[in-house]
């Protein structure tokens, strides 16, 4: 993930290769640790991910190496912690997008950078699946 958002936020791209190194590692580690039923559950958790995130990439409004990452974070998880991972990851790209839009809005819209979707989804898979952000939300 940290990988990912460090290519991300470089050259607004996530190369393929992460991708796959990802999804292989986390489905091989869902299998090592529970068997068959481990690796359903990845697959499972990185289907989820493609389905509700395939229509917002067919509207133009997500590439498709975020899409993909996102299946690395379901192929990692299951299918409940990559929900909440990806709730968590839509609010901070939302907030991303705010500030990207406050400090460029006197620009053309076209002229606006792209958002590293890759830096968010990837503090919200940390701070998740380390339980930091549970915590952080039960101070408030």
């Known amino acids: ?17 992460l991708i796959v190194i990802g999804l292989t590692l986390g489905l091989g580690a869902q299998w090592w640790t529970g068997g068959n039923a481990g690796l359903i559950s990845g697959a499972g958790g990185a289907g989820v991910a493609l389905v509700l995130l395939i229509g917002v990439f067919a509207g133009r409004m997500l590439g498709g190496g975020d899409v993909k990452l996102a299946m690395v974070v379901g ?3 299951d299918v409940p912690l990559v929900l909440t991972v990806l709730t968590y990851g839509a609010l901070f790209t939302g907030v991303v ?44």
Do not use: E, Q
Request: glycine share 2%; net charge positive.
């Open 75 to 77: 192929a990692w998880t």
């Open 1 to 17: 993930m940290v990988a990912a958002a460090a290519f991300d936020w470089r050259v607004r791209r996530i190369p393929n290769a």
């Open 97 to 140: 997008a705010a500030g990207y839009w406050l400090v460029h809005a006197i620009r053309p819209m076209k002229d606006v950078p792209r958002i590293p979707v890759a830096v968010p989804l990837c503090a919200a898979t940390l701070l998740t699946t380390a339980d930091l952000l549970p915590s952080l939300l039960a101070l408030s």
